[in-house]
């Protein structure tokens, strides 16, 4: 007899300044919806860009950022952004940051989970970070709805902002470890898929034929060629203003900010050996052995 499946229920909501977890309460999903979710700076653009591509492309001029809102993101507010996802009429691609207890969670949706090193992931975060304008300031502290303190600067020294995150758990933005623990807990369901950011470096037309047959999204042979140029990381740096929200304006220097290097391991010029080792550590305390080693390699046992 086969065991019935458990669903994940939602248990809380997360407030911060990004954050109103309460959106998904209201929202009403579509059997066909696609969910992608990820901690961070983990590859989320880049996803949101593929399946792009290989439901409506190869079309070098979708507006990725308006296609696929990050629908927890609290700005516009929900009785703005509900409206606008309700309105779509293509077949939905959504981005949450939030961890799986903080989500509702429709049996029917498909979602994609999105992991990266954390140590690349600071360091991404930190160039985004860093590189934020005023406007995005404003957006985050000002606007009504905000819960608990705004989001200041970055210090300066990378380093120690290494350090606030991992001895304040993703300080200043939100707590890593209960994000990927409580998405690998669900990895067994039969409509979510793990991606890791290195495997989409090492492969990226395997992992996008990977992930089209998990959404049941037909490949055009014949125009297959044309989807990866305009999926590559390249190509996306060019073109950042179509893919970034708000075309990168909440960035000095533009969408390029957003789309920054695309590597691993920048980290390892400044890290020492100590710190490296209480980061892995930590991994392993936090997430088990499996879970540590799929999120630093993209290895997955019967993968």
């Known amino acids: ?55 409506f492309g190869p079309d070098p001029d979708l507006e990725v950022a308006e296609m696929s809102p990050w629908l927890d993101l609290r700005v516009p507010p929900k009785e703005v952004k509900l409206p606008m996802v309700e309105a779509q009429a293509h077949r939905r691609f959504l981005k949450t940051h939030l961890p799986l207890d903080a989500l509702v969670f429709s049996p029917e949706a498909k979602y994609l989970y999105i992991g990266r090193d954390g140590r690349d992931v600071v360091w ?59 998405w690998w807990e669900v990895r067994d369901l039969p409509n979510v898929l793990f991606v890791h950011f290195a495997n989409l470096k090492r492969d990226m037309p395997k992992e996008m034929r990977r ?62 050996p100590e710190d490296v080792a209480e980061y892995e550590a930590r991994a392993v305390q936090e997430l088990g052995p499996e879970c540590a080693r799929w999120l630093a390699t993209g290895e997955q046992t019967g993968s």
């Not at 229920?9 to 992608?36: A, G, P, Y």
């Not at 049941?216 to 996306?236: G, K, T, V």
Request: glycine share 6%.
């Open 211 to 272: 992930i089209a047959a998990f959404l049941d999204i037909p490949i055009d042979e014949a125009r297959w060629e044309e989807i990866l140029e305009y999926c590559s990381f390249d190509w996306m740096k060019r073109n950042a203003v179509k893919v970034v929200p708000l075309g990168g304006a909440a960035w000095d220097d533009g969408a390029q900010v957003f789309i920054h290097q695309g590597v691993n391991g920048r980290w390892a010029e400044t890290l020492t």
């Open 124 to 182: 991404s975060m930190y160039n985004h970070h860093a590189n934020a304008n005023q406007l995005w300031y404003e957006a985050l502290n000002d606007t009504p709805g905000r819960v608990g303190p705004p989001i200041e600067p970055p210090l300066a020294d990378i380093h120690q902002y290494w350090r606030d995150w991992l001895e304040r758990d993703g300080h200043p933005f939100w707590p890593f470890w209960e994000n990927v623990r409580t």
């Open 1 to 55: 007899m086969t065991e019935a499946i458990v669903w994940p229920t939602k248990t809380r909501e997360l407030h911060n300044h990004h954050f109103d977890s309460t959106v998904w309460n209201d929202f009403r999903f579509h059997d066909d919806d696609i969910v992608i979710a990820s901690y961070a700076k983990a590859g989320t653009t880049w996803t949101q860009q593929i399946i792009a591509q290989m439901l």
